[in-house]
T-cell receptor
Framework: QKEVEQDPGPLSVPEGAIVSLNCTYS??????FMWYRQYSRKGPELLMY????GNKEDGRFTAQVDKSSKYISLFIRDSQPSDSATYLCATTSGSARQLTFGSGTQLTVLP | GAVVSQHPSRVICKSGTSVKIECRSLDFQATTMFWYRQFPKKSLMLMATSNEGSKATYEQGVEKDKFLINHASLTLSTLTVTSAHPEDSSFYICSARDPLDRALDTDTQYFGPGTRLTVL
């Protein structure tokens, strides 16, 4: 079993839709959770960072963490074609200082 | 956020040659950098952790003699793929931690744009 599981998709939605991206993790030691966005042939870009359970909002993006169920989500409201990319969840225990990535979900927002 | 650059962005070489990839932190000092490898439509695979002034720590299954890492300064780490073969063709990405990034509770990683290596 992988430490971080992520549905690889691909996921295709119409412009303006709400997108839900999800990951589950198995290691209770993971304390910090990140979402990265990666455009084709580019390096990952940090989108959201959360520590505690609950929601964190940044513009059209909301990151949600539920440590009790080991479930993390990223919601994108009013999705745009420019949001088309691969989204990677990542987590770390902090002390290990290495990120453990999900496999990435490929998202396409159709105009 | 912090900026990390990589050079070259793309390289094509013949089998048996060595290729050096540079990773630079442009506006911060990075005591630790990470090297990843990514296959098409796959996630990032950590190859090694590069520590300034000391030997790199390689992940299991990564040949340290094939993938030479040097972290000679606080802003530069290099990955040299020695005697490259077609199976080494991949997308190589580095990341760096900004230990002074107090906006976050823990050190996060900023990624370079990646280097696409094609070995003929």
């Amino acid at each position: 079993q992988k430490e971080v599981e992520q549905d690889p998709g691909p996921l295709s939605v119409p412009e303006g839709a709400i997108v839900s991206l999800n990951c589950t993790y198995s290691n209770s030691a993971f304390q910090y959770f990140m979402w990265y966005r990666q455009y084709s042939r580019k390096g990952p870009e940090l989108l959201m960072y959360t520590y505690s359970s609950g929601n964190k909002e940044d513009g059209r993006f909301t990151a949600q963490v539920d440590k009790s169920s080991k479930y993390i989500s990223l919601f994108i409201r009013d999705s745009q074609p420019s949001d088309s990319a691969t989204y990677l969840c990542a987590t770390t225990s902090g002390s290990a200082r290495q990120l453990t990535f999900g496999s990435g979900t490929q998202l396409t927002v159709l105009p | 956020g912090a900026v990390v650059s990589q050079h070259p962005s793309r390289v094509i070489c013949k089998s048996g040659t060595s290729v050096k990839i540079e990773c630079r932190s442009l506006d911060f000092q990075a005591t630790t950098m990470f090297w990843y490898r990514q296959f098409p439509k796959k996630s990032l695979m950590l190859m090694a952790t590069s520590n300034e002034g000391s030997k790199a720590t390689y992940e299991q299954g990564v040949e340290k003699d094939k993938f030479l890492i040097n972290h000679a300064s606080l802003t530069l780490s290099t990955l040299t793929v020695t005697s490259a073969h077609p199976e080494d063709s991949s997308f190589y990405i580095c990341s760096a931690r900004d230990p002074l990034d107090r906006a976050l509770d823990t050190d996060t990683q900023y990624f370079g744009p990646g280097t696409r290596l094609t070995v003929l």
